[in-house]
């Protein structure tokens, strides 16, 4: 029993699910969640190296867009659990944001709070764990200049219970002030708070500005991190995608799962609750059902989920590191299912044909701002 109480709830679940020995099956798992944590890459031109996949912190502490609008103990601890089992799994990027949980949101704990919170639990029994945050900084139209800027980052380092955090974005694009978000960005670097700079729902024209005005001050701007998944390609269409990678900066793909309706959990007789059932209708998903009857497809050959393919997809792309959000562990296991393997350059583009069929759904206005 001590034994088994050592061994990672990753490699526990994932040997449970073959034949065979059941001591090499761990062994195996272990070997490829060994390769997952040293297999990084760097963020854009900074020297950062974060893993090829990251977890998003949106839904931890939030009442407002997930949860079905309350948050208790149970769902703490289950947030919880998927924060261990990434960092067991080899997955050490963990991206949230000052406004997600936030204090504006009824009975809502801010998810900083718990990430750091979460981090710091995880130190007491593996000193020597490396995790490496990403957060955001809120562009509020009452908030000018490059102070405000960094303001807002000591706060978000004083809800996290860090000195500094690796990666600092700007959240959306400004209604103005732009360029003191900019400077803000450069000064937290020089200070020595953030280790790398990016920027969030930048469009192509925003994205070559900022990496500029920051190249004059020669740090490099590491990310822009964007809506991008198989059926909502707008990074492709709008140049994002083509800036990010003539420019050498990296794409972090938020909402990589489509928020959970490309998993294929959700029909049209069983659409996603909340607001997400207001994007993700019975008659949008009637027509994704061709889709995700190929992706399953797929997936069985490779004995993977929908999941699984779907973030293998966004990875082959290159230059992108999807952030799908975990609510639990088992959640959370199979994002790590995702990496290690690859799908062929037909598969690929099949699925892309594919999903061009299916008319896309409005993304976050500020894209456009």
Same mark, same amino acid.
């Given at each position: 029993?001590?034994?088994?109480?050592n061994v990672s709830p990753c490699f526990c679940v994932a040997s449970?699910?073959?034949?065979?020995?059941?001591?090499?099956?761990?062994?195996?798992?272990?070997?490829?969640?060994?390769?997952?944590?040293?297999?990084?890459?760097? $963020?854009?031109?900074?020297?950062?190296?974060?893993?090829? $996949?990251?977890?998003?912190?949106?839904?931890?502490?939030?009442?407002?867009?997930?949860?079905?609008? #309350?948050?208790?103990?149970? &769902?703490?601890?289950? !947030?919880?659990?998927?924060?261990?089992?990434?960092?067991?799994?080899?997955?050490?990027?963990?991206?949230?944001?000052?406004?997600?949980?936030?204090?504006?949101?009824?009975? !809502?704990?801010?998810?900083?709070?718990?990430?750091?919170?979460?981090?710091?639990?995880?130190?007491v029994k593996d000193p020597e764990v490396e995790v490496a945050v990403?957060?955001?900084?809120?562009?509020?139209?009452? =908030?000018?200049?490059? @102070?405000?800027?960094?303001?807002?980052?000591?706060?978000? $380092?004083? =809800?996290?219970?860090?000195?500094?955090?690796?990666?600092?974005? +700007?959240?959306?694009?400004?209604?103005?002030?732009?360029?003191?978000?900019?400077?803000? +960005?450069?000064?937290?670097?020089?200070?020595?708070?953030?280790?790398? /700079?990016?920027?969030?729902?930048?469009?192509?024209?925003?994205? =070559?500005?900022?990496?500029? &005005?920051?190249?004059?001050?020669?740090?490099?701007?590491?990310?822009?991190?964007?809506?991008?998944?198989?059926?909502?390609?707008?990074?492709?269409?709008?140049?994002?995608?083509?800036?990010?990678?003539?420019?050498?900066?990296?794409?972090?793909?938020?909402?990589?799962?489509?928020?959970?309706?490309?998993?294929?959990?959700?029909?049209? #007789?069983?659409?996603?609750?909340?607001? =997400?059932?207001?994007?993700?209708?019975?008659?949008?998903?009637? &027509?994704? @059902?061709?889709?995700?009857?190929?992706?399953? #497809?797929?997936?069985?050959?490779?004995?993977?989920?929908?999941? @699984?393919?779907? $973030?293998?997809?966004?990875?082959?792309?290159?230059? /992108?590191?999807?952030?799908?959000?975990?609510?639990?562990?088992?959640?959370?296991?199979?994002?790590?299912?995702?990496?290690?393997?690859?799908?062929?350059?037909?598969?690929?583009?099949?699925?892309?044909?594919?999903?061009? #069929?299916?008319?896309?759904?409005?993304?976050?206005?500020?894209?456009?701002?």
């Amino acid at each position: 029993m001590a034994m088994a109480m050592n061994v990672s709830p990753c490699f526990c679940v994932a040997s449970n699910r073959r034949s065979g020995n059941r001591v090499r099956a761990v062994a195996s798992e272990d070997l490829v969640f060994s390769k997952i944590k040293d297999d990084k890459v760097k $963020l854009g031109g900074s020297d950062l190296e974060v893993t090829r $996949l990251g977890i998003g912190a949106w839904s931890w502490g939030d009442t407002s867009y997930w949860n079905n609008f #309350e948050w208790d103990d149970r &769902k703490m601890k289950a !947030a919880k659990a998927a924060f261990d089992t990434s960092v067991d799994c080899g997955i050490t990027f963990f991206d949230t944001a000052e406004v997600y949980g936030s204090r504006f949101s009824f009975g !809502a704990i801010n998810s900083e709070t718990l990430l750091g919170r979460f981090i710091k639990e995880r130190k007491v029994k593996d000193p020597e764990v490396e995790v490496a945050v990403a957060t955001k900084y809120a562009a509020l139209p009452w =908030r000018l200049g490059r @102070q405000s800027v960094l303001t807002a980052l000591k706060d978000s $380092l004083n =809800r996290l219970g860090l000195s500094s955090v690796e990666l600092y974005q +700007l959240h959306w694009p400004g209604i103005w002030g732009n360029e003191g978000y900019i400077d803000g +960005l450069g000064d937290a670097v020089e200070q020595g708070l953030v280790k790398a /700079v990016g920027v969030s729902n930048y469009s192509a024209s925003r994205l =070559r500005d900022a990496y500029e &005005k920051l190249k004059k001050r020669g740090i490099p701007l590491a990310s822009n991190q964007v809506n991008y998944s198989l059926i909502y390609r707008a990074p492709e269409e709008n140049g994002v995608k083509a800036a990010c990678d003539e420019l050498g900066v990296t794409l972090i793909a938020y909402s990589p799962i489509a928020q959970g309706v490309l998993t294929g959990k959700y029909t049209p #007789e069983n659409p996603p609750t909340g607001p =997400r059932g207001q994007i993700y209708t019975p008659e949008f998903l009637t &027509k994704l @059902q061709p889709l995700l009857n190929r992706i399953k #497809e797929m997936g069985e050959n490779y004995s993977k989920t929908n999941t @699984q393919v779907v $973030l293998n997809w966004l990875v082959a792309q290159e230059n /992108v590191i999807p952030i799908p959000g975990a609510k639990n562990a088992q959640q959370a296991e199979e994002f790590a299912g995702a990496l290690g393997w690859r799908l062929t350059s037909e598969e690929i583009d099949e699925l892309r044909s594919l999903a061009m #069929e299916i008319k896309p759904v409005t993304g976050f206005p500020v894209e456009k701002l």
